[in-house]
């Protein structure tokens, strides 16, 4: 290398970045309730201590529930959204699309605060569904932009060609439409799903009585002694992290060779 | 039979098309025959793909009527309508096989699997791509695509087959090579074929009948030879090949004629069928095509008339020499064309010579 100093900084950075991450399996098998050097031996306790909290399943599946539906819901909205963006000229179509995609700028406590007003003021209990209202309204923003590129990249004869061919408009958009626009959706469901997820603001403002995974985390640590548990936690959510996004790589990558087209390095 | 004794497939009846306040097509009336290799010839913004898709249904018109073996096309969505179009980018199915792509039309038939591999084996076979079936579509190349895409749109047996700017992605070779090739498979299947093109001479070797567009106007729509021989105005005259013109005056004889002076080629008679856009009077034009003049070398006799002028430019094309010649008393130099042949030398710049020309090959011009 002709820059060593770059190097160093790039080194450096990297470090700064991933250290942490794996530190956290590093104390999760280290036999001792301090997170701190020197390691005292090996222990799966911690993991034990995990699986018997009953206080984390549930948080864990009202997490599930929230990210899988606010993944899924914001996915259709942005496909109706990115398909009359691409497709349809009509009267306020620009200013329309910026408000659509506002949230994504605004900041999260803005949001939080006045849905929190409004939903008290109309007297709607809080619970696992007005923190779905929450991320919806944040990951719509997502999918409208990663699944309007997807449908930029559409061909319009392609559509004409089946018409021609003596399709429906909707047999066009299922037989020709879906499946090419398929790796952009995967990508959608993806980010919307990870956004979600770890999502605190909204999930610690409108869930009410119900926790989610992150507030639940952010709570464990006043019990120093539930520490280390909340390790073996993070390492199970690293190990998933890493399969989900390899299962949808590989299903992206091979939408892409399947459709011959051009590698644009996808959402990662 | 002569394609003029064939039933009416296409008909416009004064098609107009507004973009807004933009007026793409600026009444259209033209009848295409069933079985006929028709043409839309033009520059890019002419209109003619819009007239194209009106054909096909992509395109609403704004007034007037397209019709459709006698059947006014504007209640029939595209989906239903008797034609099937190849597209400029052959719009190939990239997620299905070359086979799912050709057979794409037949799903709705509810056919058998046997019936159906038969019917897509059969279109493979007369574009030149059997044994192609089970390839990915994304893989052919561009000449491969465009077969495919002919099968794709032959299969349905369609009364018209709509094909926009086919040859333009190819290269020259192929694309030569496909013309003969479309030539031979509309003999062979007998369908009315339309073509659009902005390549005069792609038009001329395949169709027909050549419909030439400007600005949302048909110009000219005539047989490829008359619309070549006779051209009706001098910017169709430009568009289609290379045409010299020299000013002339013009007066008209009781034959329907003219007699006219031109510049640099001096005083004869031009028979009323040579001046399809008839004009009299000083200030009108004389064209002529370059192949109609010969230059005379020693010894050799004008069949019917002769010109003195200097060879200004030569360009050697090996079969053929475009000299650029300066007729005596003209001011702009005249383009000819030679065949190179044994015994006939390239002539140098600045060389005198004499011009054979004939009256017959005038045409006279506003």
């Known amino acids: 290398m002709k820059f060593p100093a770059l190097k160093t900084y790039a080194i450096v950075y990297l470090i700064f970045l991933y250290a942490p991450i794996v530190l956290l399996p590093l104390f999760a098998f ?42 899924v819901l914001s996915t259709c909205l942005g496909v109706f959204a990115a398909r009359a963006s691409t497709r349809f000229n009509f009267p306020g179509k620009g200013s329309i699309l910026g408000l659509i995609m506002l949230p994504m700028v605004l900041p999260e406590m803005i949001v939080a605060m006045s849905l929190l007003v409004v939903l008290l003021t109309i007297g709607m209990p809080l619970s696992i569904l007005t923190i779905i209202m929450g991320h919806l309204l944040i990951c719509t923003p997502f999918a409208v932009a990663i699944l309007s590129s997807a449908f930029q990249s559409l061909d319009r004869s392609l559509e004409e060609a089946a018409y021609d061919l003596g399709e429906t408009p909707a047999s066009t958009f299922r037989l020709i439409v879906l499946p090419l626009v398929m790796p952009g959706i995967i990508s959608s469901l993806l980010i919307c799903f990870t956004i ?17 995974l992150s507030v639940y985390i952010y709570g464990q640590f006043r019990f120093p002694a539930r520490v280390p548990a909340i390790m073996a936690l993070g390492t199970v959510l690293v190990c998933l992290s890493i399969c989900l996004l390899s299962i949808a790589e590989f299903y992206r990558r091979r939408g892409i060779a399947r459709t011959g087209a051009k590698d644009t390095g996808g959402f990662l | 039979m002569t394609v003029s004794d064939k039933p009416t497939m296409i008909e416009f009846r004064d098609v107009q098309k507004y973009y807004g306040d933009y007026h793409a097509l600026r009444g259209i009336n033209a009848t295409i025959k069933a079985g006929e290799f028709f043409s839309l010839l033009g520059p890019s913004g002419c209109g003619k793909t819009t007239l194209l898709r009106t054909i096909a249904g992509f395109e609403d018109i704004s007034s007037g009527a397209v019709l459709i073996d006698g059947k ?43 019936e159906m591999g038969r019917r897509v084996g059969e279109a493979l076979e007369m574009v030149g791509l ?111 090949g290379t045409m010299n013109f020299l000013p002339a005056t013009a007066h008209p004889t009781s034959d329907g004629g003219f007699d006219v002076d031109v510049a640099g080629l001096g005083q004869c008679h031009i028979p009323a069928d040579q001046a399809p856009g008839a004009a009299t009077g000083n200030g009108v034009n004389v064209g002529f095509r370059p192949e109609t003049l010969t230059i005379l070398y ?27 010649v300066k007729l005596d008393g003209v001011a702009e130099p005249v383009r000819l064309s030679m065949r190179n042949v044994p015994g006939r030398p390239v002539l140098d710049i600045g060389t005198r010579t004499r011009v054979a020309w004939s009256p017959s090959a005038l045409v006279l011009f506003r």
């Open chain 2, 298 to 324: 020693e010894g050799q006799q004008p069949t019917d008339r002769e010109t003195p002028g200097t060879v200004e430019e030569v360009v050697y094309y090996g079969d053929m020499t475009y000299y650029d």
């Open chain 2, 130 to 240: 059997k044994g192609f079936g089970k390839r990915a579509a994304h893989a052919l190349s561009g000449g491969q695509r465009q077969r495919v895409a002919l099968a794709r749109a032959l299969i349905l047996k369609p009364k018209v087959l709509l094909l926009d700017e086919p040859l333009s992605a190819l290269d020259k070779k192929l694309r030569e090579n496909m013309q003969v090739e479309l030539i031979k498979l509309q003999r062979q299947v007998g369908i009315t074929f339309i073509l659009v093109t902005h390549d005069q001479e792609e038009a001329l070797v395949m169709s027909d009948r050549i419909a030439v567009m400007f600005e949302g106007q048909i110009a000219q729509l005539d047989d490829p030879e008359t619309l070549y021989r006779r051209p009706k105005s001098r910017q169709v005259a430009d568009f289609i």
């Open chain 2, 72 to 114: 006014d096309a504007a209640q029939i969505p595209p989906n239903k309508r008797p034609t099937n179009m190849v597209f400029q980018s052959y719009a190939i199915f990239p997620h299905l096989t070359v086979e799912q792509n050709v057979g794409f039309g037949l799903r709705r038939e509810n056919l058998s699997k046997d």
């Open chain 1, 30 to 71: 280290n036999n001792s309730k301090v997170i701190a050097f020197p390691l005292s031996g090996f222990t799966t306790e911690w993991f034990q201590m995990m699986w018997n909290d009953t206080q984390l399943f549930k948080a864990v599946k009202n997490s599930l529930i929230i990210a899988v539906s606010s993944s």
């Open chain 1, 196 to 212: 979600s997820l770890d999502e605190f603001i909204i999930a610690y403002f409108l869930g009410g009585n119900q926790t989610v």
